[in-house]
């Protein structure tokens, strides 16, 4: 599904023509794709709809820095108001856990994950912040779930409270306050009791606990995969418990996370943490440019034409393209590169930013090739003539031991330039012939 959205992106790039800036038809034909990728990401109409109204009003009229396409440009506009958008204000992972005992409270669906998250948690308050934990089950109609807190305690060594059968959610949830009160703990960890819908009797119970436990923090626990039922669930809880972060778990799954964006866009609330696994320690603090990279499907074309806006010189890079595109590669092009691979971070780092190269740059580790060696490599090219340069096919023995000479090394040196530049040439030829245009311009454009 990715590769697709690359690609498709990729022919919006072709079809753009270079200007000095975004016009409004470059600005509505690049949307028209990224409103596309919103969709399948999940993220609900509406919102996709005003978010891409809001991003053409941007862009429409943007200067297109001269070394990416206005294809490109659009897709970075795109990113960083995604990234601004899901970030919120706030910092991502942290809890409001100040004033001992400070209670959390844990709503949501049942098999959301809530459980596990609460593990998760309490797991990393203990050992990131060295904080005191102590977590209650208040799912009084699963006895299994609270079994299943328990023994997720044990593993990760947090105390529960212990298992009174009988009680009712409220009175549970006074008895973690005493508890935590008198055992000295910084935090204790209310896991609420789910259900496969939200129904009225879930909410009450949820708003009764919340009302006795006064919680500093109440988490909505939310399956990254559900996509628009997501939204649904979040508007609900937010408007009768309140809600002060979400956790979406399940984004180590195909989803591509558009729920986090329409529950961003329809309660207001951040994200706090995601969910990365079953493990207890799979829970990381929520990045925005991650999940905005997911949901277009082509976050390392962001960094690429940050990187391109940084170091590319356009003209020459250009020129260059068109001659790889004809597969006339010769030393020039090649020393160019080479020096353009200086300075975006070697070749590997380069190419592994480009969808579908991850494979080239294996051929290029395999071939032998590192940054020390950029270097011997530039110093034997500048040892050539300039026919040679143009030229490779010239180089005979006798021509071989001068340049290799010239630059202070030897001719078998000189001979695995020659065979790696042949391979690349070969490589760019094929690329050309199976239409990876679009892909090349994005690296050298
Ligand atoms: P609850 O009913 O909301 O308490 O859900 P549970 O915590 O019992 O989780 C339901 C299932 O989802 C369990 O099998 C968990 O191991 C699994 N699970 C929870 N969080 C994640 C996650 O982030 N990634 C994956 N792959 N599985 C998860």
New binding site residues.
Partial sequence: MFENLSERLGGVFDRLTKAGALSEDDVKTALREVRTALLEADVSLPVARDFIKAVQKKATGASVTKSVTPGQQVVKIVHDELVAFLAGEGEPGKLKVDNPPAPILMV???????????A?LAKRLKEREGKRVLMASL?VNRPA?ME?LAILGQQIGVDTLPIVKGEDPVTIAKRAKTQAGLGGYDVYLL?TA?RLHIDQELIAQAAAVRDVANPRETLL?VD?LTGQDAVNVATEFDDKIGVTGVVL?????DGRGGAALSMRAVTGKPIKF?????KTD??EEFHPERVAGRILGMGDIVSLVEKAQQTLEAEQAERMMKRMMKGQFNMNDLKSQLEQMQKMGGMQGMMSMMPGMGKMAKQVQESGMDDSIIKRQIALINSMTKQERANPGLLQASRKKRIAKGAGLEVSELNKLLKMHRQMADVMKKISQKGGKSMLKQAVS
């Fill in positions: 949501g669906l049942q098999g959301s994950g809530k459980t596990t998250t609460t998760k799912d779930a299943q896991d789910g626990v990254g778990t399940r984004m180590d799954g995601v969910g990365l696994g079953e799979a829970l």
